[in-house]
């Protein structure tokens, strides 16, 4: 059964750093596209990043773009969203999703949420 399991959430202060896992089981990372994807309190979801199956492609949203890396371990099948200034707008639930092609989760700047896997989720809160 394929499963995602977020970690690495946690409060943080605005200028900090962080950095999310997703730990991908009963599926091969190497191929699937992964993409991370936040909602707040009140808010709909919205796409954050995404990272090819190959690694090769990589795509970001422009108000995580310079702050944000994603980045894929296939030995370990694990993603990692590394959050560096991160800023009180960035709290949030980080979900992480899998897809069988990059451009079925992104595409040139633009994220889809019809997605069949999905991680519960991990929250970071942005607060002094």
């Known amino acids: 059964q394929l499963q995602l399991v977020e970690s690495g959430g946690g409060l943080v202060q605005p200028g900090g750093s962080l950095r999310l896992s997703c730990a991908v089981s009963?599926?091969?990372?190497?191929?699937?596209?992964i993409g991370w994807f936040r909602q707040a309190p009140g808010k709909e979801r919205e796409g954050v990043s995404c990272?090819?199956?190959?690694?090769?492609?990589?795509f970001y949203a422009d108000s995580v773009k310079g702050r944000f890396t994603i980045s894929r371990d296939s030995a370990k099948n694990t993603v990692y969203l590394q959050m560096n200034s991160l800023k009180p707008e960035d709290t949030a639930v980080y979900y992480c999703?899998?897809?069988?092609?990059?451009?079925?989760?992104?595409?040139?700047?633009?994220?889809?949420?019809?997605?069949?896997?999905w991680g519960k989720g991990t929250l970071v809160t942005v607060s002094s």
């Open positions: 009963g599926f091969t990372l190497d191929y699937y596209a």
């Open positions: 990272i090819s199956s190959t690694g090769g492609a990589s």
């Open positions: 999703a899998a897809a069988d092609h990059l451009a079925t989760m992104c595409w040139q700047g633009t994220f889809y949420y019809d997605l069949d896997y």
